[in-house]
Structure formats: structure tokens, C-alpha cells
Nanobody, 123 residues
Framework: QVQLVASGGGLVQAGGSLRLSCASS????????MGWFRQAPGKEREFVAA????????DYADSVKGRFTISRDNAKNTVYLQMNSLKPEDTAVYYC????????????????WGQGTQVTISS
């Protein structure tokens, strides 16, 4: 069983930065691929970024490529999402998720989910 707790959300102005964290309580964290997703009001949950268990492979949605960076520290059982040059359209609840194999952009492929953290970008 993997439990995930996301944190780091908040309210920032457009152009600002935030770093989200997702801490896992499972001992097998290092064997899981991790993903970040977001969901804005009235919209479906969408893929943001993912990272392989080793950190050697990452994947980003086109909308965040070049602005967001996903990373992980397996010694701390934590995955991060550094978000720079934030835009109002980045406003959403951000979720971290885990799956035991490789990276995926499909929410249905992830077995475990965190509770979400609100990110609000003002214009």
C-alpha cells in the first residue's frame, strides 16, 4: 500500500513560482513511477508530468514543458513539481499519483493518489 500526501499549493501572481511536494509513506516508493495531474473546475483531470522510478525518464504535457520540472528524492520518499512562469490557466487542484511500472499520461493507469493541493494563479 502506498499513501501519498501532496503539499505546497497556494496563491501566487502570474509569472511566479511554486514547488509542490508529494510524500509517500510506502517502503516501495523507489520502485514506483510518479505522476502529477491537475483538475480545474468543470474540466477533466489532465496529465502534467511523470517520472520513472529511477528518475532517468520524465514526461511533460506540452502546456507545461519548459516551465515545470518533475524530480524525485527516493531517499526522502518524495516527488517534487517545480512550477515556474505560472499562468492563470495553471489554476487547478494538483494531484500526485503512483504506479508500479513506467510513466503514463493516463490517470486510469495510476493505482494510488494523493489528496490534492490547490494552486491558484492570479492575473
Amino acid at each position: 500500500q502506498v499513501q501519498l500526501v501532496a503539499s505546497g499549493g497556494g496563491l501566487v501572481q502570474a509569472g511566479g513560482s511554486l514547488r509542490l511536494s508529494c510524500a509517500s509513506s510506502g517502503r516501495t516508493f523507489s520502485s514506483y513511477a510518479m505522476g502529477w495531474f491537475r483538475q480545474a473546475p468543470g474540466k477533466e483531470r489532465e496529465f502534467v508530468a511523470a517520472i520513472r522510478w529511477s528518475g532517468a525518464t520524465t514526461d511533460y504535457a506540452d502546456s507545461v514543458k519548459g516551465r515545470f520540472t518533475i524530480s524525485r528524492d527516493n531517499a526522502k520518499n518524495t516527488v517534487y513539481l517545480q512550477m515556474n512562469s505560472l499562468k492563470p490557466e495553471d489554476t487547478a487542484v494538483y494531484y500526485c499519483a503512483a504506479r508500479p511500472v513506467g510513466v503514463s499520461r493516463r490517470p486510469a493507469d495510476y493505482d494510488y493518489w494523493g489528496q490534492g493541493t490547490q494552486v491558484t494563479i492570479s492575473s
